[in-house]
Each structure stands twice: as structure tokens, then as C-alpha cells.
Nanobody, 120 residues
């Protein structure tokens, strides 16, 4: 059974940093697009950062310049480095892996979520 395993969440003060990690133990990891999403109470889940298998990145406007998504295909893990954290970044963060296979079928995996709380 394929699983996405996340780690790195926690409680920090405004201005501090955290790094989230997400490991997908599958031989074809490098062919997956990887993304980090978040969901705060009462809000819809939103895309925070995405890194395609081809190396293209995109970010939520409110995190540009503060968050960085990266991947290490050898590990195989995707990271989200979060700097200058703000209280409004507080949410459960989810990792997602997706790829399209022959015939247009999508394969999608979600992690279990990790809580990030930014508070004094």
C-alpha cells in the first residue's frame, strides 16, 4: 500500500521557520507532481506550493518569497521550507502526489496532514 508520510509540523512564533517533509516510497517518485496544500478551520483547502516532475514551481501569492518547495528524488521526499511565518499560515498542511498515466487516468495520493500553528 502506497503512503505519503508527512512530518515537520509544530507550534512556532511569528517570524520563525519550519520545514515540512513528505516521503512517497515508490520507485516512480520522480514522475509525480508534488504539492503542498493547507486547510484552516472553516476554510477550503488551498494550494500552497506545487513542484512538477519537470521542475516547474508555483506558489500561493501570500507565501511567495517566504516559502520554498523542493524535492530530492533520491530520498524520495518533497520539502516545504517556510520562513517568516505568520499567524495566518496556521492550518493543517497536506502533501499531494499526482501523475497522469496512459489513457489520461490520474493517480493521486494524499498525506494524512500535519498541523502548523503560528502563535505568540
Amino acid at each position: 500500500q502506497v503512503q505519503l508520510v508527512e512530518s515537520g509540523g509544530g507550534l512556532v512564533q511569528p517570524g520563525e521557520s519550519l520545514r515540512l517533509s513528505c516521503t512517497l516510497s515508490i520507485a516512480t517518485f520522480s514522475s509525480y507532481n508534488m504539492g503542498w496544500y493547507r486547510q484552516a478551520p472553516g476554510n477550503e483547502r488551498e494550494l500552497v506550493a506545487r513542484l512538477t516532475s519537470g521542475g516547474m514551481r508555483n506558489y500561493l501569492d501570500s507565501v511567495k518569497g517566504r516559502f520554498t518547495i523542493s524535492r530530492d528524488n533520491a530520498r524520495p521526499t518533497v520539502y516545504l521550507q517556510m520562513n517568516s511565518l505568520k499567524p495566518e499560515d496556521t492550518a493543517v498542511y497536506y502533501c499531494k502526489a499526482d501523475r497522469t498515466v496512459d489513457g489520461g487516468r490520474q493517480i493521486i495520493y494524499w498525506g494524512q496532514g500535519t498541523q502548523v500553528t503560528v502563535s505568540t
